[in-house]
Structures are given as C-alpha cells and as structure tokens.
DNA sequence: TTGAAAGCGCTACCAG
DNA sequence: CTGGTAGCGCTTTCAA
C-alpha cells in the first residue's frame, strides 16, 4: 500500500494529458511547453503528489539510499557518525539503512547480502573486529557498488577512506601518561588484525621510543571482540595485575574497553590515578562525570560520517568511473582530566 | 544497478521455461510439478538467485520494511529499544528504517513523509517533545497504516502501544529518596504534553502524597527539549538552587536531563549527595562509574522494541482489520547507588 | 510540443 | 501442469 499520495496517472487523466508528458513536465524537461509545465506542477503540488520511489527505483536502477554497516549503534562513537552520514545524506535526498554486525564476520557478510539485496546505491562500512578477509566487498566493489570505508578500513582495498589520525591518537595518550610521570604503561586494545588496533598501537610504540623505551611485549593486550563481553577485559586486566612488575598506567582503545576498564578498576577498588592511571579512546559525553573524570582520545565522529558520505556520493553522482583514490585522516582531540593526573 | 543477482527471466531463458512458470515454482506453487520445481530451485541457488525487492514491492504494495521513529539514537535508551526491534524485524524477513526527530515537530512530520513515501508496511514511533498536535498521523492511521507507539504514546490514539512503567518508575525513585530521609524533593523533567512526563510526575505525586507530603510547585521544572541543550537544564538547576528553601534530592527524568544534572552539579562542587541527592531515568551503561555512582531507574529498552514489533506485525500480517488494541506495560527497574545514600 | 509504447522484475489472472 | 499477458508507477525512446 502507497500512504503517501497520487500516481503520475492520476494527474495525467484529471489533466487530459498523457503520462509521459506529465512525467516530462514534472522533471522540468526543455520538450513541454512552459504552460503546460505551470498546469503539471500546480495540479501536482495541489493534490500533494510525491513520485512513488519504489517505482522510480525499479525504472532507474537507482534507489537513492546508501547502506551503513557499523559494529554497534550502542556505541556513541558510531551514533555520532550516523548523525553526520545522515546529516550530508538527507541534503542530498538520500536515506540511509543502518545495520551492525556487533563485532561478527558472519553478521557482515550478512548484511552486505542483506542491504545490496535491497538495491543500495552505495555502501559505507567500518569493518567488524572479525573480518580479516574481503571478499563479500571485493566481488561487489568490481561490480560497480561504491564503497567508502571509515574508522575500520582495509588498508589493500583501493577506494576511499576516511579515518580519524588513530596514529597520532596513540602517540599523544601515551605521551600524556610518560609526561605525567607514568613509565610502566599497558595497553589493551582490540584485535591486531583490525587498522585502527595497528594504527594506535604504532603511535603507543614511537612515543615508548621517542622516551627511550621499549613496549613490554606482557603489557599488551588484545580483546577478540574489542571489549563486546566484559570478560575478555577482564581477562586482561588480570594478567596485568598478575605480573611481577605491574603496570602503573593502562591506554585503551575503544569505548568498550575503556570503559569496562574503568568499571573494573573501581571495582577493585583500586585508586585511579595513584594506583593505576587510565586513558582511553571514548566519544561519551560523560567522560567528564566519571569516577574518576576520564583522560581520553575524542574522535571526530560526526565529522568523519559527514566526511565519508560526501566521498561517497562523490562516487555514486559520478559521471564516469573513479580510479583516483583519496585516505582522509581527521585529527583526534586529547582531553587530559582526573585518571591520568601527575604521578605522586 | 542491482549488484544482487539474476532475474527471474535469466533462470527462464536458460531453463526454457517461461517467467510465469519460474516465479511460480519458486513460490513454491502447487501448480507446478515436483520435477520442475526442483529444477528452477536448483539453478537458483547455484547462480545466488534473489527476487528483486524493489520489484516485489512495485508489484505487490508491499516493501517489507518498517519505519522508525525516535529522539536520537545518540541515547542507550533508544539504541536499546532499536536493536530490540531490529531483532524481531529481520527474523520475520522486515528492514527497518531508521530517522530522528531530535525532539522537533517539524522533523517528526518530516520524517513520517518520508517513510510513507518510501513505502513503509509500518510505523513505530515514539513522540518529539514538542508533538502536539496528531494530524501527521491521524490520516495515515486511517488509511491504513499500522501504527505501534512506544515509550512516548498518544493516549487518545487507538493502536498498540509499549511502554514502561512510567508511574512505578517515578513512585520508586521518589520513595526511595524518601525512605533514605530526603524530604525536599524536587522533579526536573521533560515538557508536559509528553506521556512520560505526566506518568513519571503522578508516582513522584503518589510517592509524596503517601509520604503525607504535597508537592512543592517550586520543585518541578521542565525542560522544553527534554535536556537537548544544556543551557535548559542549568536554568531549570539555577532556579532550584535559588530558592529559599533548596531541596536536597532531585529526582530528573530522561537520560540527558539526568547525566547533565550530574555534571552540572559536579561543575558547582555540590557533594552528592550530602549536599544534593540525585536520582534519575537512565540506562546508561555506565552508571555504575559516575561521580558518584548514580541511581537510576532502567527501562528495558531492548524488550520495549521487541514488543512493539511484534505487536505491529501482528497488525501488519493480519488478515482482517484489527480494533482491538492494546496497551503493553513493561517493569522498570531500581538501581541504588552512591548518588542517594541514606542522608546524614 | 505532445503522446504512444516499451520495459525495469515481479506476480497473478486466465487460457490452454 | 505450463505459458501468455497485463500491470504495479515511472522514465525514456521514438513518432507524430
């Protein structure tokens, strides 16, 4: 059932007109005469009509929609990347389908059949903590379908990609905590095998180096599913506190770490900043009310979905085919607060 | 272009079998012979043959897929509530669309043009606060448009709807405070033309009134956006702590008007809750980490969208018309925390 | 400047 | 049991 209006029929027959002349006029064609252009659109604005998209989809081959595959929309980060796609999206009249794979390899696949299925125009895809290969996105990509990686992006995969500066994010948190005094620093992140995991790990290493340090190969630690259950952190939390030399700062990446981080160190009671600093990558609008106020890496989430899709619709609006490639790389923010405050 | 697959017409050509033939063996039809069924089905799956959706929707009316309606998705709550409705939607085979009014009228009628015009089977909606008037809604009811409220309803709308327990919610909050010997108990909350504000201020009346206590007009303030812009909340706390007798517990509604009353009292240096007790409506994640720890009243927000689904499928898959309605009321939960500790 | 007709992929009616 | 055909609402040749 169509709710919303009357067909292009509908004005044709009231008008005494045929229906590709209507449709003519109403997409303002250089064949129809002004007047009868000016009798279309009235009548049509009058009676509310709306082209059915279903209909339009099915002629142009077009939907008008752009796919989104994200791990999960409980996470701010990824909300406010939904505002910013669906900000730069709506402008151009375009609706947005999101889904989320909630860290599974399985879910992606899933949803990539599920949404080009559904005759997307375009996809926009930060990958889940499982993927390690690509051919659910290779075979589409050669087919034509224009994708835009963001956050998570597969760094042999030739298209654009928009990420935040996970390098330089790395390097200033953990510079932060050797500035504070801190000199045992740990580190628990998502999975290696993800870009974001590589990239802020990097930056960890150089400002260990630039210090005059090594990366103590027991202070890292990764969580399969990038923090989803709360016992893969607190897996490797234990082993941390299980070591003979104890780390005296943890950097974490991702909201779900950092914060279960933070959940469990209070939960064992264990004073923040004096008995272990912590900072971490999270977008919550609450890092300022935790206990303690938490130091952390802000992402410019909205930013980086508005970024994103206007590659993508670069892309999609095409005339020909695009072969020139561009990585956007969108600075991170450091927020120093209470868990990191200067050591003794 | 469909990045998905064959048409029904590819399997007919290279079978020799005519499209009729084909669609009906694929839908399964006692028509058509076990042989030749067997055959299609075959060399559908073995070429990933998937009907187009866009077609089936021109044909039959239908898109299966339904529209939703919330605030933002940038609040648990609602992120919550949309993965439990995605939950029941594609295990019946339903996408769903997501907008957001961000609390806006015009954004509300808004998006509902837009979902009808994208062929929606149906619709889940939960009211902006600034929704007044139902028109937008009204007709599309009539004519045809299963509708299903949930959280913010409509009471004088007949459909199904899903909410919590909005009155025990706020009588709990409001008693708890009582009984931890809190006595100047004000309400900050969202306007009152929303559902929600009028439930959760009957059970702080109730809770008052049981407690042989009235409530103080002073105590209650609203806020137009329901905590949207900080700048509301700190109106509604600077008039509370102004007066000449301040209270010593607030009791807020709705996850921003909550989380930004914690850190504006942080902000002022006010001890909570010795010198402010504070409970509040959130289903943050991370309540348990606040400064202070907050207690709160958690809504089950996963559940409230599963409800509400399968209630509007239920319209959506019915045969026959349906006027029997329903009004679902799902329990709240009570979590006590630092953030009201017994006074004194 | 206007209109007739084909066709996007699918379903459904009716004939054989 | 199978197939031809019409039609969902729209766009787009091609003729008039």
Redesign the pocket.
Known sequence: M?FS????????SAL????????????D?????????ALVNEYAKEHN????????S????RSKSIGIIVSTIENQFFSQVINGIESVAYEAGFNVIITQTHESYDLEVKNVGHLTHRSIDGLLISLSTETADLDHLRSLHRQGLPIVFFDRVAHDFETHKVIADNFKGGYDATRHLLDSGYRRIAHITSPPNISITKERYAGYQKALEDAGMAVHPDYVKHCAHGGRDIGEVENALNELLALDEKPDAIFTTSDRITTTTLYLLNKRQLKIPQEMALIGYTNTTLADVLNPSLSSVYQPGFEMGQKATQKLLEIILAKRPIYDFETMVLPTQLFTRSSTAPKN
Do not use: C, F, M
């Not at 005494?16 to 997409?27: D, E, F, H, I």
């Not at 064609?29 to 252009?37: A, D, F, Q, V």
């Not at 099915?58 to 081959?61: D, F, I, P, T, V």
């Open positions: 169509n209006s009357i067909t292009i029929k509908d004005i044709a005494n007109l045929s229906v590709s002349t209507v449709s003519k006029a109403l997409r064609s250089y064949e129809i005469s002004e007047k009868t252009k009509y709306r082209p059915n998209p279903i209909a339009q099915l002629k142009q081959g």
